[in-house]
Structures are given as structure tokens and as C-alpha cells.
């Protein structure tokens, strides 16, 4: 029986932290200021673009599955699914959940240099999102 009500209990907790995880934690702009003071430079937008649009050695860029503009729909490059905007300015939920951010950064930047992307790279990524306007 406690153990049965243990196991209650932990399902609770799971069902409670994930809800937790999946809700909005963070904004663009509290992002880019946290990158930057990891980079201990501030983020640049140009140089931002210029990543986001380059191969760096390999097959893909940032753009090839989120398209040369963040302000419309991506698509996946081997998938083919769609992917909702990157900028903030064309989809409020982007950048507003640490988790999926972090999640996507490690595996995007693997995919395409694979290596993680630097702190100053996520910093110049994130001033170029969030410079787009519609
Ligand atoms: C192979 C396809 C692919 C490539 C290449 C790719 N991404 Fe992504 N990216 C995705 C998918 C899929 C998602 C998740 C979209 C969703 O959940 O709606 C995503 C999500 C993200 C997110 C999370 C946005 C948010 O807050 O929800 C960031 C940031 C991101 N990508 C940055 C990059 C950067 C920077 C690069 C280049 C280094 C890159 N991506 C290259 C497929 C890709």
C-alpha cells in the first residue's frame, strides 16, 4: 500500500514538473542577455545572419530547414515537416521556453557543425531573431 501510494506520488510530481517544463519561462530578450554575458560580448545581429545563412563545412545551415527568412515557416530538410517561424516577431512562442531552446541548440548545432554552438554563436543567432520585424 505505500508503495502504491508512492508511486502515486511520483507520478503527481512527473505530471506536474512537465507541465512546469513546457510552460514559458524566458523572452528573446532575457535570452539574448544571458548569451551575451556568457559570451562576455553582446550578441550582433550581421554576424548572426551570416552564421544562420552559412555551411560551416558540412551539407546544412541553420536555413535549410528554417529558411533563408525566420520570419516565415521552416521545413524540415529530410523530414520535409513543417517548422512554426524562429522570430519572435512572426511566433510568440519562440525563445520563451529555456528547455526546448537549449534542447534545440545542442541538437541543431550538432547536425550542422557538429559541434555545440558557442555562447557568442547563440547570442548573435538570437540578436539576429530577434531583430526581424514584419
Ligand atoms: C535538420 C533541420 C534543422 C536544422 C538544420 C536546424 N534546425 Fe533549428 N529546429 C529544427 C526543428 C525541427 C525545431 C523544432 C521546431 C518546433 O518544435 O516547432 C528547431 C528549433 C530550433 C530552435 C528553438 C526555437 C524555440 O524557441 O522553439 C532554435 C533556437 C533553433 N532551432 C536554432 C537553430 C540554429 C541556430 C540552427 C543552425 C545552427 C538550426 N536551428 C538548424 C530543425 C532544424
Do not use: Y
Not at 6 to 19: D, G, K, P, Q, Y
Not at 37 to 61: E, M, T
Request: net charge positive; aromatic share 6%.
Amino acid at each position: 500500500m505505500k508503495n502504491l501510494i508512492n508511486m502515486a506520488t511520483v507520478t503527481f510530481l512527473t505530471l506536474v514538473s512537465s507541465v512546469v517544463i513546457a510552460a514559458p519561462d524566458t523572452t528573446p530578450a532575457q535570452q539574448l542577455q544571458f548569451w551575451s554575458v556568457q559570451a562576455g560580448s553582446p550578441g550582433q545581429s550581421a554576424r548572426g545572419k551570416a552564421f544562420f545563412l552559412a555551411k560551416h563545412g558540412k551539407d546544412l545551415s541553420c536555413a535549410s530547414c528554417h529558411s533563408e527568412s525566420p520570419l516565415g515557416s521552416g521545413k524540415h530538410a529530410s523530414t520535409g515537416k513543417a517548422i512554426a517561424p524562429l522570430a519572435p516577431a512572426a511566433n510568440p512562442e519562440s525563445l520563451t521556453d529555456t528547455a526546448r531552446i537549449n534542447k534545440w541548440f545542442r541538437r541543431n548545432c550538432n547536425d550542422v557543425l557538429a559541434r555545440e554552438c558557442t555562447p557568442q554563436e547563440k547570442a548573435d543567432v538570437i540578436a539576429f531573431l530577434s531583430s526581424l520585424k514584419r
